[in-house]
């Protein structure tokens, strides 16, 4: 099988739960981008939330915000902007029953002020600290009292809902999942933690980001290579010719993957590329 292009998941793939790249992570870039292998980017986070260290990389294309947004870095391949009436419906629910919610545009993100300190980084920094069966109930427990606390300003009102709105994310437990479905059947409800949900249009995905890349680029889903650790790779690692999960990921993560490597802590990226001898 011949792989054109490769693409990885940020956090608990492509960094360690510190943030960084390992050298052997980095080692393995240089040695794909030195044959002509496109080197991208599928993750829940958005233009906004990529740092300096992931830049430094010099990735190719970037699917961000599960696949709502995608650029090289030369121009925007694919966004794909909530309806306006459908994030006025989102906020007023949030506002109406005291939600913690943030709003994505691509320059920005916006909302709980609680949620902007740390997003989703919060809920995996503490869960480190936490003895594994604790961590559900003590999180399921922070999460309502969380929500049950109102913010100053109205989401309604945010300055931010007058850009195109490209990705939220609500703390919700994952027993809510149905009934968000059922207020919203227009979106899709994708997770990389149990605590907070990302809420997306419901035809997109990382695949269908990377597709687009596809097609931009000239490569199919077949001859790609995707790296993951979570529920939101899930669509991702099944569509492309070699799913990887990582060592670190969830157990049905595992399950569904061509090959599951070492961990993100132990040169997982650089090991599966040596395993199948792409590098």
């Known amino acids: 099988m011949k792989i054109n292009a490769v693409f990885f998941d940020i956090d608990g793939t492509l960094v360690t739960h510190q943030a960084k790249a390992l050298d052997s992570t980095k080692e393995s870039i240089t040695q794909l981008k030195s044959q002509g292998i496109i080197c991208g980017l599928a993750t829940g986070r958005g233009p906004v939330r990529l740092d300096q260290q992931i830049d430094k990389l010099a990735l190719d294309v970037f699917v961000t915000y599960n696949g709502q947004y995608v650029y090289t870095r030369d ?34 993100l916006a909302g709980s002020s609680i949620m ?69 059947p227009e979106c899709k409800f994708t997770r990389s933690n149990p605590y907070t949900v990302d809420i997306i249009m419901k035809q997109n995905s990382k695949s269908v980001g990377i597709q687009i890349v596809g097609n931009h680029l000239g490569f199919t889903l077949d001859q790609c290579m995707a790296f993951g650790d979570s529920w939101n790779d899930t669509e991702m690692l099944q569509s492309v010719g070699l799913g990887v999960a990582m060592g670190n990921a969830n ?29």
Request: glycine share 4%; net charge positive.
């Open 75 to 108: 121009q925007v391949l694919y966004a794909n902007a909530f309806p306006t009436e459908l994030v006025a419906k989102i906020a007023a629910y949030c506002d109406q029953n005291k939600r913690q919610i943030l709003f994505g545009s691509h320059d920005e």
């Open 116 to 184: 902007s300190i740390g997003q989703k980084a919060w809920a995996k920094r503490l869960q480190r600290f936490l003895p594994k069966a604790r961590n559900s109930l003590f999180f399921k427990q922070v999460a309502q009292k969380i929500s049950r606390t109102g913010n100053k300003q109205r989401y309604q009102d945010l300055p931010i809902l007058k850009k195109p709105i490209y990705q939220c994310v609500l703390i919700s437990p994952e027993s809510e999942q149905p009934m968000l479905e059922k207020l919203f």
């Open 251 to 279: 157990e049905d993560i595992k399950l569904l993957a061509d090959y599951v490597t070492t961990s993100n802590t132990e040169d997982g990226i650089y090991n599966a590329l040596r395993h199948y001898k792409i590098i």
